[in-house]
């Protein structure tokens, strides 16, 4: 289930595969620095490194060498985004869990730094909501 509101958050992960995906050789393996990438998407390199860490993790794409990849998924299942979905049905399911952490990490089967990081983009949009429905009145 998609949650479009949470989907501009993640637009970066897709962005970085979708500059993978466009340089791939015959072999779908692609040579290319996360220097040169920041550079395309007008971001930092560690910024762009933080983001390939977390497709590495994710299942992704796969390090084949320092500044080698072969993308494996490509789509926003394979990005942080799956936490913050599975996080966000797990509460809706659980409310009595909504703010334990270990808890859900235990239930999810992930690391609760990764329950840490869905609950931060959670977070923002609460906040964000919230903000937006105060300039209405």
Known sequence: MLFPFMLPHFKPYLTIL???????????????SQKYI??????SQTNVS?????????????KISAGKYKII????????YKT????ILLVKKQP???????KQA??????INDIYQAWAYI??????FEYLNKLKD
């Open 84 to 87: 913050v979905e599975d996080v």
């Open 123 to 128: 977070d923002i949009d609460i906040k964000n």
């Open 18 to 32: 979708d500059i993978l995906n466009s340089r791939k050789d015959v072999n779908g393996e692609i040579k290319i």
């Open 50 to 62: 933080k983001r390939v860490r977390d497709l590495l993790r994710c299942g992704a794409i796969e």
């Open 38 to 43: 920041g550079e395309l998407m007008g971001l």
């Open 106 to 111: 235990e239930l999810l089967n992930v690391e």
């Open 73 to 80: 998924k490509d789509d926003i299942y394979h990005t942080p």
């Open 96 to 102: 009595e869990i909504f703010r334990e952490y270990k």
